[in-house]
């Protein structure tokens, strides 16, 4: 009888889901949600597993470059670049601060921390008063091997034109001897007369020698005339700045101011009270710099190299 009952309620059902085509198409539809969202709930989970898989692979071949907790490839480039860019904007210390400082242990860097800078680095912040030393310390090996080198080719001279003895044993202050003028002039005709033997001449080389001139003046006899001024300062454009040439040698300029001499017709003074005054040398540099201002605004006139 429960047998037979079953049955008959299984027909019902049946029969009223083929009548009720909206009932049956709820039926299949729920059924097919149901059945769709299970399929969705276990792909999904398949999905998601291999996901979680991939990104765990990539994680240990790529530290940092995915997942939330460290940034991706991308990020981590942006952030190694801004890292960089802001270790190079700090003050890098000087070379040799930061070699001292980073040779040794720490003990050895607490000492030289203790002892301060080395003498280059106080140097150097002190004004940079290192350079000019060592400039001027060039310019002074360039002027004494260059007057060595004069005093050496005016020791070989053969017709002792000149001869030099250095004042107080300085190599920078030149007494020289010119021995010889053109024996058709007249300032010759005085030295034979008077028994003069030189005319003494004293220079004097800056510290930039040979690329400025010497100071140079005549001490004796008084001459007149000549191109020599009060003082014993000597009116010669090569022995300003302006006329200057470092190729120029002592014996160069000596022959010149000889034929100076003879050109403006110079002559040993043998006046009275005058010819036994000395020239000085303050009133030489008054002199000398009196007639560059002059010479410098109206020209300057030099005896030509035909002349001697």
């Given amino acids: 009888m429960a047998t037979l009952l079953r049955k008959i309620g299984l027909i019902r059902l049946h029969n ?7 009932h049956h198409h709820n039926h299949r539809g729920g059924g097919g949600g149901q059945q769709s969202a299970s399929l969705r709930g276990k792909g999904g989970g398949k999905s998601g597993g291999h996901k979680q898989q991939q990104q765990q692979q990539q994680q240990q071949q790529h ?11 991308g990020k981590g480039k942006s952030k190694r670049a801004a890292e960089l860019a802001a270790r190079d904007k700090q003050p890098q210390p000087a070379a040799g601060a930061a070699g001292a400082a980073g040779a040794g242990g720490p003990r050895e860097r607490a000492a030289g921390a203790r002892a301060g800078p080395g003498p280059a680095v106080a140097a150097a912040a002190a004004g940079g008063s290192l350079v000019p030393a060592a400039r001027q310390q060039h310019c002074t090996q360039v002027r004494s091997r260059r007057l060595m080198k004069e005093l050496q080719d005016i020791a070989r001279l053969s017709d002792r034109f000149i001869s030099v003895e250095l004042v107080n044993e300085s190599l920078f202050d030149w007494n020289v001897k010119l021995h010889q003028v053109d024996k058709d002039s007249v300032l010759w005709q005085d030295m034979k007369e008077t028994n003069t033997e030189f005319i003494l001449l004293n220079l004097t080389f800056p510290d930039n020698f040979p690329f400025s001139p010497p100071f140079m003046r005549v001490l004796s006899p008084r001459l007149e005339n000549g191109y020599v001024l009060d003082g014993g300062a000597i009116c010669m454009e090569l022995l300003t700045p302006r006329g200057w040439s470092s190729a120029y040698t002592v014996e160069a300029v000596m022959r010149q101011f000889a034929a100076s001499l003879v050109k403006g017709q110079g002559r040993i003074c043998r006046k009275a009270g005058k010819s036994k005054k000395s020239f000085s ?3 030489a540099e008054a002199t000398f710099k009196s007639l560059v201002k002059t010479h410098e605004k109206y ?3 030099t005896p030509p190299v035909s002349d001697g």
């Fill in 299 to 301: 020209g300057w006139v």
């Fill in 63 to 73: 530290p940092g470059g995915a997942g939330d907790a460290s940034p991706g490839p």
């Fill in 281 to 283: 040398r303050k009133e």
């Fill in 16 to 22: 009223r889901d083929t009548e009720d085509p909206k």
